[in-house]
């Protein structure tokens, strides 16, 4: 059993900072690429930011040099770094990775979600 939780949403300001975490737990043999996506309401998800096993990045199109992505391989975890965070980027910020598990095949998993809410 694999599994991916969230922390870090929550309210801010437009101008704010906020710090996502995902910690990826279970019978993990090894983690391939992991990632950030968003979904705002009415709105399809989107890739935020992504981060392979060696530290290559991809980041949307959106986000300019606002965000910043980071992981622990020894800790299973990935971090997403938000800063100049506008009203637009409020959303559902969800937590993916590309993960084998010990004895089994690569498999995309999902976290939760966790609210990430940009209003004065």
């Known amino acids: 059993q694999v599994q991916l939780v969230e922390s870090g949403g929550g309210l801010v300001q437009p101008g704010g900072s906020l710090r996502l975490s995902c910690a990826a737990s279970g019978s993990i043999f090894r983690i391939d690429e992991m990632g950030w996506y968003r979904q705002a309401p009415g709105e399809q998800r989107e890739l935020v930011a992504r981060?392979?096993?060696?530290?290559?990045?991809n980041y949307g199109d959106f986000v300019k040099g606002r965000f910043t992505i980071s992981r622990d391989n020894a800790q299973n975890t990935v971090s997403l770094q938000m800063a100049s965070l506008k009203p637009e980027d409020t959303a559902v910020y969800y937590c993916?990775?590309?993960?084998?598990?010990?004895?089994?095949?690569?498999?995309?998993?999902w976290g939760q979600g966790t609210q990430v809410t940009v209003s004065a």
């Open positions: 993916n990775a590309h993960i084998r598990a010990r004895g089994g095949f690569t498999l995309g998993y």
């Open positions: 981060i392979s096993r060696d530290g290559s990045t």
